[in-house]
């Protein structure tokens, strides 16, 4: 091998090198921001209620506070119980730096919750998950606080998050599904009230 062949070979390798190096710079600063604007939520308190007013139900709620300085676009409570049925909170809509708020899942009076999570995403797309102690025995007082953590993309957390929103829609165990209920039973309160007469309102351009 040549002078020339030698100095070829140096100049590949150099450019390699160089375009490794610009890759990686890159690829950790694009990291950096996001670690940097990305929400870090935090579960401040946990309660569950128990009401017998409107049928027998039990709340659980959760009072969530991001402490980041990225914003937490959808964020949901996901509540599994023992008898496998999933339910999905209405979501918290982007909440801010420095900003509370709650969110609670309406589960029957006597299922057990074996599980509960905190999930939310970013304007990366990033998925962040949030175990939620669900003893509900003031465990909380004698124990450290339970971290986020950020979801793999292509991770078994993801996929299922995925599931566990997809089965509570399917079970019927959603926000919107909940507001269905309420409506229904509202208005058979009504019909039973007025003795199952049901108004039609008047066509005008009828004669």
């Known amino acids: 091998m040549n002078t020339s062949e030698i100095f070829n070979l140096i100049t590949i390798l150099v450019n390699i090198s160089l375009l490794l190096v610009t890759i990686g710079t890159v ?4 990291r950096n921001v996001q670690a ?3 929400p870090r939520l935090v579960v401040t308190r946990t309660n569950n209620k128990l ?7 039990q709340f659980i709620k959760v009072r969530v506070k991001n402490f980041g300085n990225g914003i937490a676009l959808r964020t949901y409570l996901i509540v599994i119980t023992e008898d496998k049925q999933c339910h999905l909170s209405k979501p918290l809509a982007t ?3 420095s900003s509370t708020d709650e969110i609670e899942v309406e589960v029957g009076f006597r299922d057990e919750v074996r599980k509960a999570f905190v999930v939310s995403n970013d304007f990366f797309n990033d998925y962040y998950k949030l175990q939620v102690n669900v003893k509900f025995d003031n465990s909380h007082l004698h124990s450290m606080v339970e971290p986020v953590r950020k979801v793999a993309k292509y991770g078994i957390s993801r996929v299922m998050i995925y599931y566990w929103m997809k089965k509570a829609k399917k079970q019927g165990n959603t926000y919107p599904d909940l507001i269905e209920r309420q409506r229904k039973k509202e208005l058979k309160e009504i ?3 007025l003795g199952g007469m049901v108004f039609v309102p008047k066509d005008k351009n009828s004669d």
């Open 51 to 57: 009401t017998r007013k409107d049928g027998e139900q």
């Open 36 to 38: 940097i604007d990305s």
């Open 191 to 193: 019909r039973e009230k």
């Open 95 to 97: 909440l801010e730096n």
């Open 27 to 30: 690829l950790f600063a694009k």
